[in-house]
Nanobody
């Protein structure tokens, strides 16, 4: 059983930056594809970014492309989401997710096996 814990959320002004982290408190992430999703109030959970097990393949939603960067450090069992040029519409609870095995990238929440509890990101305009 893998347990994921997100951190790094908070309140930031539009145009600012945040870096989210997702660490495995139990289990290893090195063989997984990792994804970041977000969910705003009253909306469905939406895909943000994904990275394969080696970090060699990354995929982004069009809405964040060029502003967000996903990365991973398998030695630290941690995945990151660097968010720059934040907009009010980026406000949501951000969740990380893991899928095993991690040879590709996946954009549907149903394709992931484990989820973190989420961290709130609020962007003020």
């Amino acid at each position: 059983q893998v347990q994921l814990v997100e951190s790094g959320g908070g309140l930031v002004q539009a145009g600012g930056s945040l870096r989210l982290s997702c660490a495995a408190s139990r289990g290893t992430l090195s063989s997984s594809t990792m994804g970041w999703f977000r969910q705003a109030p009253g909306k469905e959970r939406e895909f943000v970014a994904a990275i394969n097990w080696s970090g060699g393949s990354k995929y982004y939603a069009d809405s964040v492309k060029g502003r967000f960067t996903i990365s991973r450090d398998n030695a630290k069992n941690t995945v990151y989401l660097q968010m720059n040029s934040l907009k009010a519409e980026d406000t949501a609870v951000y969740h990380c997710a893991a899928r095993y095995p991690g040879s590709g990238y996946y954009t549907s929440p149903d394709e992931y096996d484990y989820w973190g509890q989420g961290t709130q990101v609020t962007v003020s305009s």
